[in-house]
């Protein structure tokens, strides 16, 4: 009888068991650091996916053994599947837009202030609804009211979520189950599903368009009052101009008609300025407090557009209809926590000092930040991006055209200075330019700019701290 012929070498017994590769060395300091459950967890996956490779690949068998040979190489790539789930997904990133107030970035930057309220109020209790002099339940919004009004000149304002919810919450409360009149030139998308027809559907109310898209009357809106009329409204258009041939009715007109309809007026402002932005050298945007004056009942805006908060949205106006607002259960679901509250009562303070929002406030900073200071950042930065691109790219110093955002003052542009990358021209110019793009991606604060032609544009207007941006320049690694 001859010796059977040895078996071959089974792939699968040469992949560790779970415990003896928790035991290796290099092992124990990544269980120290982040605990033992995601480590067994992720080291379990990674175990798998090799079993699974032996039994499919035909590789399967070299798979194996290179397993085998390295525990080190197993224990690192562990070691990179739990940094990668405990990275965190939202991350600060240099925005090089030229988008100032970038919906998908977040919008606007905080002040100092705004954060270290934030941070007050973030790790404890707070008398977010309670009234300290009082000893008993108060009102969160009691937090900003009296600064919105002082600011606006109204008589009463409260805070919900957005301005989406602003909408919908006044909408609702005011004209559930009836009709609003609202020009066709002002049915505006702002983007992200919002569409002020879906709006008003969601809050319970008709719509009635008026008018045409350019040219909207008087007469229009007084033709489609009817006894279940229950609010004229204006909705700044934001985001688009209409431009030529054109006809609107004015503030005062719409206040004046829904008045002696015993109506309220209301207006969903968008971008809510407060101060006068020709004082920036910014093109006018109507403020909050001249649409109150101009008779608005209510005007509805954003936190975090031109007012340079965190992301809310703000109404202000009469007080019997604020107290109605209030009253409704929406406004429960509606709204916002004690961080957006200290970080927005932090921000209205500022503007008590309107001489040094300027320099206090990020959003307004950047807004009026001189060209000549762009251009000279431009020139200081450039040689060094220089240096660490691959032979072959080009940096040129541009000048461009940023924009506000959020549909803030759409048609104006800032003028600006980029920093413009080109790769070589000819054929995989485009693949090369993408490529690019992804590497400022992949950087520790990745770093966004805007293609147009054949080269990346690193608009420099949002770039203060040249500093941190320089320090990460090293790790660039253009494929
Ligand atoms: C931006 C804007 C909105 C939406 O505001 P959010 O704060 O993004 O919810 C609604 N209406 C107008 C006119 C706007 O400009």
């Known amino acids: ?11 699968q017994s040469s992949i560790p068991s779970l415990d003896r590769l928790l035991r290796q060395p290099e092992m ?9 459950q995601l480590v067994v967890e992720e080291a379990r996956a990674e175990l798998d996916r090799l079993r699974a490779g032996l039994a499919h690949g035909a590789h399967g068998q ?10 080190e190489g197993l224990a690192q790539r562990i070691e990179a599947r739990v940094a990668g789930v405990l990275q965190m997904s939202l991350r600060p990133v240099f925005n090089l837009t030229g988008t100032i107030l970038h919906t998908n970035l977040g919008r606007a930057p ?14 404890g209790a707070a008398n977010l609804e309670f009234d300290l002099a009082k000893g008993k339940r108060g009102d969160r919004d009691d937090h900003v009211e009296d600064w919105l009004c002082r600011l606006t000149g109204a008589e009463a304002a409260t805070v919900v979520n957005n301005n989406a919810a602003a909408v919908l919450l ?16 002002e049915l505006i998308e702002i983007g992200g599903a919002f569409r002020m027809p879906e709006i008003m559907r969601r809050a319970g109310c008709r719509l009635v368009e008026v008018g045409t898209t350019n040219r909207t009357y008087q007469k229009d809106f007084s033709e489609a009052m009817t006894p279940r009329t229950g609010t004229l409204m204006k909705v700044h258009t934001s985001n688009y101009v209409v431009q030529g041939f054109t006809a609107e009715v004015s503030d005062r007109n719409l206040a004046d008609l829904a008045h002696q309809h015993g109506l309220p007026y209301i207006v969903d402002l968008g971008a809510g300025a407060l101060i006068e932005m020709r004082q920036l050298g910014l093109p006018h945007e109507t403020t909050v407090q001249e649409t109150l004056a101009r008779g608005a009942d209510l005007v509805s805006f954003s936190g975090d557009k031109l007012l340079g908060g965190p992301q809310a949205g703000l109404i202000a106006g009469r007080a019997d209809l604020i107290a109605k607002l209030k ?5 429960r679901a509606l709204r916002v926590d004690k961080v957006t509250m200290a970080a927005l009562a932090a921000t209205l303070r500022l503007y008590a000092d309107p001489d040094a929002l300027r320099e206090k406030l990020p959003t ?9 200071e762009i251009a000279a950042a431009a020139e200081r930065l450039a040689p060094v991006l220089r240096k660490r691109l691959p032979d072959g790219m080009a940096v040129t110093i541009t000048p461009c055209k940023g924009q506000i955002g959020s549909g803030s003052l759409p048609v104006e542009s800032l003028d600006s200075v980029a920093l413009s990358i080109s790769p070589p021209t000819g054929r995989g110019a485009g693949g090369a330019l993408k490529r690019l793009a992804a590497a400022f991606r992949a950087l520790p604060v990745p770093v966004l700019g805007r293609i147009g032609g054949d080269a990346l544009h690193l608009d420099l207007r949002c770039l203060e701290d040249e500093a941190a941006w320089l320090a990460q320049l090293p790790k660039l690694q253009v494929k």
Not at 28 to 36: D, E, N, P, S
């Open 62 to 71: 070299n798979q194996g053994r290179k397993a085998n040979s390295s525990l």
């Open 170 to 185: 006044m909408l609702n409360t005011l004209a559930n189950r009836r009709e609003v009149p609202v020009s066709r030139g």
């Open 327 to 331: 009253k409704n259960p929406l406004k």
């Open 1 to 11: 009888m001859s010796t059977p012929d040895p078996k071959p070498q089974d792939p």
């Open 364 to 372: 307004l900073r950047l807004l009026s930040r001189p060209v000549a």
């Open 28 to 36: 124990a300091q990544l269980l120290a650091r982040t605990g033992r």
């Open 110 to 123: 905080l002040a100092d202030e705004a954060i270290a309220a934030m941070t007050k109020v973030a790790g």
